[in-house]
Protein backbone atom coordinates (compact mmCIF):
# COMPACT_ATOMS: atom_id res chain seq x y z
CA UNK A 1 0.00 0.00 0.00
CA UNK A 2 2.73 2.26 1.01
CA UNK A 3 4.30 1.73 -2.86
CA UNK A 4 1.28 2.74 -4.31
CA UNK A 5 0.90 6.21 -2.52
CA UNK A 6 4.41 6.32 -3.15
CA UNK A 7 4.11 6.27 -6.65
CA UNK A 8 0.81 8.33 -6.57
CA UNK A 9 2.76 10.99 -5.09
CA UNK A 10 5.67 10.57 -7.11
CA UNK A 11 3.12 10.88 -10.35
CA UNK A 12 1.59 14.13 -8.84
CA UNK A 13 4.58 15.94 -8.13
CA UNK A 14 6.24 15.41 -11.96
CA UNK A 15 2.99 17.07 -13.24
CA UNK A 16 3.27 19.80 -11.03
CA UNK A 17 6.97 20.57 -11.76
CA UNK A 18 6.23 20.17 -15.28
CA UNK A 19 7.14 22.97 -16.86
CA UNK A 20 4.47 23.67 -19.56
CA UNK A 21 2.39 23.73 -16.70
CA UNK A 22 4.43 27.05 -15.11
CA UNK A 23 3.25 30.17 -14.96
CA UNK A 24 5.30 33.23 -17.18
CA UNK A 25 6.02 36.41 -16.42
CA UNK A 26 6.70 37.29 -19.81
CA UNK A 27 4.46 35.90 -22.86
CA UNK A 28 8.19 35.45 -24.99
CA UNK A 29 11.62 35.43 -24.52
CA UNK A 30 13.83 37.82 -26.20
CA UNK A 31 17.11 36.39 -26.42
CA UNK A 32 19.02 33.28 -26.22
CA UNK A 33 22.64 33.40 -24.57
CA UNK A 34 24.47 29.78 -24.32
CA UNK A 35 27.18 28.86 -22.30
CA UNK A 36 28.85 25.59 -22.49
CA UNK A 37 31.10 23.33 -24.66
CA UNK A 38 31.02 21.65 -27.78
CA UNK A 39 27.67 20.19 -27.96
CA UNK A 40 26.22 23.89 -28.24
CA UNK A 41 29.40 25.60 -29.45
CA UNK A 42 28.02 27.44 -32.13
CA UNK A 43 31.78 28.23 -34.09
CA UNK A 44 33.86 30.07 -31.63
CA UNK A 45 36.51 27.43 -31.63
CA UNK A 46 36.19 27.18 -35.04
CA UNK A 47 36.45 31.04 -35.86
CA UNK A 48 39.48 30.87 -32.46
CA UNK A 49 41.36 28.01 -34.85
CA UNK A 50 41.28 30.24 -37.66
CA UNK A 51 39.43 28.01 -39.15
CA UNK A 52 40.53 24.69 -38.06
CA UNK A 53 38.10 22.02 -36.48
CA UNK A 54 35.59 21.15 -36.36
CA UNK A 55 36.05 20.26 -40.62
CA UNK A 56 32.97 19.78 -42.68
CA UNK A 57 34.46 17.17 -44.18
CA UNK A 58 34.07 14.83 -40.72
CA UNK A 59 30.36 15.66 -41.10
CA UNK A 60 30.25 18.68 -39.29
CA UNK A 61 27.28 21.40 -39.90
CA UNK A 62 28.45 25.02 -40.19
CA UNK A 63 31.10 25.01 -37.71
CA UNK A 64 29.83 23.40 -34.71
CA UNK A 65 30.20 19.77 -33.35
CA UNK A 66 27.36 18.58 -35.11
CA UNK A 67 25.83 16.98 -38.07
CA UNK A 68 23.10 19.79 -37.96
CA UNK A 69 21.86 22.69 -35.72
CA UNK A 70 21.89 22.13 -31.95
CA UNK A 71 19.26 22.48 -29.66
CA UNK A 72 19.99 25.52 -28.89
CA UNK A 73 20.15 26.68 -32.36
CA UNK A 74 16.55 24.72 -32.66
CA UNK A 75 15.39 27.46 -29.63
CA UNK A 76 16.56 30.31 -31.59
CA UNK A 77 15.45 29.14 -34.45
CA UNK A 78 12.08 28.20 -33.37
CA UNK A 79 11.50 32.12 -31.34
CA UNK A 80 13.26 34.21 -33.43
CA UNK A 81 13.42 32.52 -36.94
CA UNK A 82 17.65 32.38 -36.61
CA UNK A 83 20.31 30.19 -35.54
CA UNK A 84 22.24 31.47 -32.32
CA UNK A 85 25.27 33.25 -33.27
CA UNK A 86 29.12 32.46 -32.17
CA UNK A 87 30.00 35.26 -29.72
CA UNK A 88 33.57 35.50 -31.49
CA UNK A 89 31.10 37.44 -34.69
CA UNK A 90 28.94 39.58 -31.97
CA UNK A 91 26.57 36.87 -31.63
CA UNK A 92 25.22 35.64 -27.88
CA UNK A 93 26.30 32.30 -27.94
CA UNK A 94 29.60 32.40 -25.89
CA UNK A 95 29.90 28.18 -25.87
CA UNK A 96 34.00 26.82 -26.90
CA UNK A 97 34.31 23.07 -27.91
CA UNK A 98 36.61 21.57 -24.74
CA UNK A 99 35.01 24.34 -22.09
CA UNK A 100 35.14 23.00 -18.79
CA UNK A 101 33.35 23.88 -15.65
CA UNK A 102 37.08 24.30 -14.17
CA UNK A 103 39.60 26.06 -15.93
CA UNK A 104 42.25 24.28 -16.84
CA UNK A 105 44.74 27.19 -18.21
CA UNK A 106 44.68 25.23 -21.77
CA UNK A 107 43.27 28.48 -23.83
CA UNK A 108 39.82 27.06 -24.26
CA UNK A 109 37.85 29.16 -22.40
CA UNK A 110 36.01 27.58 -19.77
CA UNK A 111 33.23 28.79 -17.77
CA UNK A 112 34.68 31.36 -15.88
CA UNK A 113 35.89 33.36 -19.00
CA UNK A 114 33.09 33.12 -20.91
CA UNK A 115 31.33 34.67 -18.23
CA UNK A 116 33.96 37.06 -18.16
CA UNK A 117 33.61 37.46 -22.00
CA UNK A 118 29.51 38.14 -21.59
CA UNK A 119 30.14 40.65 -19.02
CA UNK A 120 32.89 42.36 -21.73
CA UNK A 121 30.43 42.19 -24.30
CA UNK A 122 28.20 45.07 -22.59
CA UNK A 123 25.37 42.97 -23.12
CA UNK A 124 23.73 42.82 -19.67
CA UNK A 125 20.92 40.24 -18.25
CA UNK A 126 18.09 40.23 -20.29
CA UNK A 127 15.14 39.61 -17.63
CA UNK A 128 13.28 37.93 -20.23
CA UNK A 129 16.34 36.33 -22.02
CA UNK A 130 16.54 32.26 -22.09
CA UNK A 131 20.02 31.27 -20.69
CA UNK A 132 21.46 27.68 -21.73
CA UNK A 133 24.16 26.70 -19.32
CA UNK A 134 25.60 23.02 -21.21
CA UNK A 135 29.09 21.97 -19.33
CA UNK A 136 30.15 19.54 -17.42
CA UNK A 137 31.13 16.37 -20.01
CA UNK A 138 34.73 17.63 -20.33
CA UNK A 139 34.90 17.73 -16.70
CA UNK A 140 33.81 13.73 -16.75
CA UNK A 141 36.04 13.03 -19.14
CA UNK A 142 39.08 14.44 -17.81
CA UNK A 143 38.94 12.99 -14.30
CA UNK A 144 38.35 9.24 -15.91
CA UNK A 145 41.60 10.23 -18.33
CA UNK A 146 40.15 9.85 -21.36
CA UNK A 147 41.00 13.08 -22.66
CA UNK A 148 43.67 13.48 -25.42
CA UNK A 149 44.57 14.60 -28.85
CA UNK A 150 42.51 11.56 -30.21
CA UNK A 151 40.34 10.67 -27.13
CA UNK A 152 36.59 11.12 -26.50
CA UNK A 153 36.75 14.35 -24.96
CA UNK A 154 39.04 15.49 -27.54
CA UNK A 155 36.88 18.75 -28.25
Do not use: C
Not at 41 to 49: E, F, K, R, T
Not at 60 to 74: I, S, V
Amino acid sequence: MTRRWAFTFGILAALAANPALADRDTARYTSVTVFGDSLVDAGNLYIANGGTRPDPALGYFRNRFTNGFDYPDLLSLDLFGAPTTPSLLGGGNFAFGGARVVDTADGIPDLQAQLGAFQASGRGVDPNGLYIFNLGGNDVFAAKGVFGPQGIGSY
